[in-house]
């Protein structure tokens, strides 16, 4: 299966992600996504495959933003995205936590 982590190396929850996955044996694509950030549209595109609001892919951390600027805002400061979001054939998810990555693997 080939999957796609858009990935920060320094964050605990995306290592552990990824290591779920290299341990499923999937052929992952890490997409280091503070240094290659996503277009607004792409953000949109995993949230919508989610079924996620751009509200509920911001960090709680983050500052306060409007509902209709919250993609521009993740595109131009990417740092704004929680993470670590995975894609799959079988849908997206926001793994935190890190095993929520099961739910887009196939069975065993």
Do not use: F
Request: glycine share 4%; net charge neutral.
């Amino acid at each position: 299966m080939k999957a796609t982590i858009w990935h920060n190396p320094r964050c605990s929850k995306s290592r552990a992600t990824l290591a779920l996955l290299e341990a499923a044996g999937a052929a992952v694509t890490v997409v280091e996504y503070l240094r290659v950030p996503p277009s607004a549209d792409e953000v949109a595109r995993l949230y919508a495959r989610a079924g996620m609001t751009p509200r509920e892919g911001l960090r709680v951390d983050a500052p306060p933003l409007a509902d209709d600027g919250i993609l521009a805002a993740m595109a131009a400061e990417p740092a704004l995205i929680e993470r670590p979001l995975v894609e799959t054939e079988l849908g997206v998810r926001l793994c935190r936590p890190p095993e929520r990555v099961a739910e887009i693997l196939p069975a065993k």
